[in-house]
């Protein structure tokens, strides 16, 4: 005779209940996925290199997604749709998306703002005055030594986003 503790381990589970366990099994494939389809159209809106930089919005209703926000031309606005229709799961696009011209050029300020504060922050210590137009910063102001100048414009050379680097401002002088 076995012992108790091994009753359990003796019997075999009966046809029937290898047919339900199978069924459950089949079950926990058809269950919803763990993402959404928000942010499945967020996460390609921002895969594409045409509308990276624009804040969309966006919202379902029964696999409708509406887009809404602002975009600098119609190339984009058509572009977002054409994203969004290629994903499986959606059905209708509804674009809200206003065009604003002058968008890049905020946009393009923004983004000279950002560089200027990522290269302030490896100069903390300096006396230079930085600032930033059109993704090329400019250094100004007095150093002890060149090889300052030349440290400061290697390291915003580092800085996502910067396209050249002046220091024709920067001045050879004293403490200041």
Request: proline share 3%.
């Amino acid at each position: 005779m076995r012992p108790a503790a091994f009753s359990s381990f003796s019997r075999f589970p009966s046809k029937r209940e290898v047919k339900k366990k199978e069924k459950e099994k089949g079950k926990e494939v058809q269950k919803k996925p763990l993402g959404s389809l928000i942010l499945t159209v967020k996460l390609a809106l921002l895969a594409d290199t045409r509308l990276f930089r624009y804040e969309i919005d966006v919202g379902e209703d029964e696999q409708t997604i509406t887009l809404d926000g602002l975009v600098s031309g119609d190339e984009e606005k058509n572009a977002a749709t054409e994203v969004v229709r290629s994903l499986p799961s959606v059905k209708t696009v509804l674009n809200k998306l206003e065009v604003d011209t002058n968008l890049m050029q905020v946009l393009g300020k923004r983004q000279d703002e950002s560089i200027t504060g990522l290269v302030k922050e490896q100069f903390a210590k300096s006396a230079t005055l930085i600032r930033t137009e059109e993704d090329v910063v400019s250094i100004s102001g007095a150093v002890r030594f060149q090889v300052i100048a030349l440290e400061a414009a290697q390291s915003a050379r580092q800085v996502p986003g910067v396209k050249a680097v002046k220091t024709d401002r920067v001045r050879l002088g004293g403490e200041s």
